[in-house]
Nanobody, 120 residues
Framework: QVQLVESGEHLVQAGGSLRLSCTASGSIFSINFMGWYRQAPGKQRELVAGVTSDAFTNYADSVKGRFTISRDNAKNTVFLQMNSLKPEDTAVYYC??????????????WGQGTQVTVSS
């Protein structure tokens, strides 16, 4: 079994910065893709940023230049540095990871979600 544990809830003013972290633990052979998604009230969950095991990254257009995703492979941890936050960044943020648990099995696991609130 694999668990993803995210950092706690965050409240910040517009223009401020936050750093989210998410650590995977359990029966992990390797981790391929790790990413951050978010879901605002009344909206669909969307990919915010992702990073592969080879450190290739991709970002949603709405966060390019403001957010930076990184990972520590030795600690199975992914980070999301969020700068110049806007009220529209308010959402529940979820981390996700494509975890290879055996030679032939790769599954996607999700964190429990962490609330990020940006006040204007």
């Amino acid at each position: 079994q694999v668990q993803l544990v995210e950092s706690g809830e965050h409240l910040v003013q517009a223009g401020g910065s936050l750093r989210l972290s998410c650590t995977a633990s359990g029966s992990i052979f390797s981790i391929n893709f790790m990413g951050w998604y978010r879901q605002a009230p009344g909206k669909q969950r969307e990919l915010v940023a992702g990073v592969t095991s080879d450190a290739f990254t991709n970002y949603a257009d709405s966060v390019k230049g403001r957010f930076t995703i990184s990972r520590d492979n030795a600690k199975n941890t992914v980070f999301l540095q969020m700068n110049s936050l806007k009220p529209e960044d308010t959402a529940v943020y979820y981390c996700a990871a494509d975890v290879q648990t055996t030679v032939t099995t790769t599954l996607t696991y999700w964190g429990q979600g962490t609330q990020v609130t940006v006040s204007s």
